[in-house]
């Protein structure tokens, strides 16, 4: 098993997620468990946000900037995602690199869908210690499934965990793929195609290359946040290759979009982050 420390992108990500609840895409996007997972020095730049009171040290400036920039993202990464899930709500739903993802416990449409929360096991650990105990899951069950993307087999894990490759199975990979070299992607791709049946659905969001987020987390880490310098980007995918790839694998691209049009087509006005361009949602279903 692999030595590193639980994700500290998953925690900006929950944060992200704290600060736009209620605030950001009203009536389309809503997260009230996110400030549950967090600890309490990891709601003060939340607070911060929410209240639109930027704080005056640079270190906690940095802090507050990295949450605004996040909930930006995240809101329409969310909205689109739960949307896809919604509509392909079946027995199985895994989550690859779950991270604090919080559909387990606020997805009502997951009410007959068992949940497999796939991630490293540094993470997975560290969210099982931050999960309140009185915080039941909205869904059918939630089973932990700790894998290595770089180390482990995702196969015998899901099989050990009780998933059924025989029946279909909506796949959710939410910003984990810029973290995975690209032998790692394949590999995972390879590994879940080989369980994916007719009626399964892969939602995959990724980053494509981009000159601009390449030179905003340049800038985050000579700010001082140790948080994206201690989790670089492995791999960019431009669509076509993403689609190459997946299509080698049985799996078809039905909409890859990218945030910002994301962000449009749900009504959700952006503040013209252009950050939001180069993230994107595909969905892809088996041949
Ligand atoms: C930015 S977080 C995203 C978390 C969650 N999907 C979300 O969107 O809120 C990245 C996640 O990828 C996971 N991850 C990165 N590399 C991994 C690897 N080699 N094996 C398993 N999980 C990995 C981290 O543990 C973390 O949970």
Known sequence: ???RAASRTAVLVCQGRAAADG???TGRFADPVAVRLLRAEERTPVEQVRANTPPTGWRERAAYEGVLACAEVVVPRTVAIDEALRAHAGDQLVILGAG????????????RTDVWEVDHP??????????????SAVSRSVRFTPVDFALDDLGTALDGAGHDPSTPTAWL??????????DEVRATVAALAARTAPGSVLVVNYQSPSTRAAAGRLLTRFLGSSITSGEPWRSLWRPEQLATLLDEYGLRVLSDDNLLDLAH???IPPQGRTS???GRVAVAESR
């Open 173 to 182: 990979w939410e910003g984990v793929v810029p973290y995975l070299t690209r």
């Open 1 to 3: 098993m692999s030595e």
């Open 122 to 135: 540094a993470s997975q650990q560290d969210k099982l210690d931050r999960l309140p105990a009185e915080q």
């Open 265 to 267: 087509t749900h009504g």
């Open 23 to 25: 605030r950001a895409g």
């Open 100 to 111: 604090l993802d919080t559909r387990a416990w606020r997805l009502s449409e997951l009410a």
């Open 276 to 278: 939001l361009r180069s």
